[in-house]
T-cell receptor
Framework: KNEVEQSPQNLTAQEGEFITINCSYS?????LHWLQQHPGGGIVSLFM???GKKKHGRLIATINIQEKHSSLHITASHPRDSAVYIC?????????????FGKGTKLSVKP | DAGVTQSPTHLIKTRGQQVTLRCSPK?????VSWYQQALGQGPQFIFQ???????QRGNFPDRFSGHQFPNYSSELNVNALLLGDSALYLC????????????FGSGTQLSVL
């Protein structure tokens, strides 16, 4: 079993829909990252959080440390949100870049 | 302000050869981490460099080695290439003293034939 599990693996939505991507992890962590990867490979860091909730524009990330679960929400989705979304965790012993990654959720938003 | 830059963008090698990939961190960053991403998978941590030394390492064989220069740029070297080394290699930079998000480069796509 992978230490970081994401669901769903693939997600297709209509423009304007509310989207939720889930991440569960089985190890202790000091931080959790949500990343966005577009075709071609480049990765953009969306959020880094260790508790509670963060919001940036139409994106919201939440984490429940007790349940070892995080969610990424996208409100009013748009075709430009189409990308792979990756959850990654940092162990308490790990340094900033020493992350364990999920396999990603491929999101496709149709106009 | 340049972000993280990686070179080359694409590379084709044959089995047994050696390869060097390069990464320049975001201005002001002193720490570089390297990752391997196989097709359809999430990235895997290879190692991290800070103050010109390897500080942490993932589960990769000694064929994978690296270097960091005084200007904080970094190289990833892979010896005795295997077909299974074909992947996207990503680097990310950060400032060690500040616990903030990482900045990633666009990656080097390595194909081993």
């Amino acid at each position: 079993k992978n230490e970081v599990e994401q669901s769903p693996q693939n997600l297709t939505a209509q423009e304007g829909e509310f989207i939720t991507i889930n991440c569960s992890y089985s190890v202790g962590i000091s931080a959790l990252h949500w990343l966005q990867q577009h075709p071609g490979g480049g990765i953009v860091s969306l959020f880094m959080l260790s508790s509670g909730k963060k919001k940036h524009g139409r994106l919201i990330a939440t984490i429940n440390i007790q349940e070892k679960h995080s969610s990424l929400h996208i409100t009013a989705s748009h075709p430009r949100d189409s990308a792979v979304y990756i959850c990654a965790v940092r162990s308490p012993q790990g340094s900033q870049g020493n992350l364990i990654f999920g396999k990603g959720t491929k999101l496709s938003v149709k106009p | 302000d340049a972000g993280v830059t990686q070179s080359p963008t694409h590379l084709i090698k044959t089995r047994g050869q050696q390869v060097t990939l390069r990464c320049s961190p975001k201005s002001g960053h002193d720490t570089v981490s390297w990752y391997q991403q196989a097709l359809g998978q999430g990235p895997q941590f290879i190692f991290q460099y800070y103050e010109e030394e390897e500080r942490q390492r993932g589960n990769f064989p000694d064929r994978f080695s690296g270097h960091q220069f005084p200007n904080y740029s970094s190289e990833l070297n892979v010896n005795a290439l295997l077909l299974g080394d074909s992947a996207l290699y990503l680097c990310a930079s950060s400032l060690r003293a500040v616990n903030e998000k990482l900045f990633f480069g666009s990656g080097t796509q390595l194909s081993v034939l």
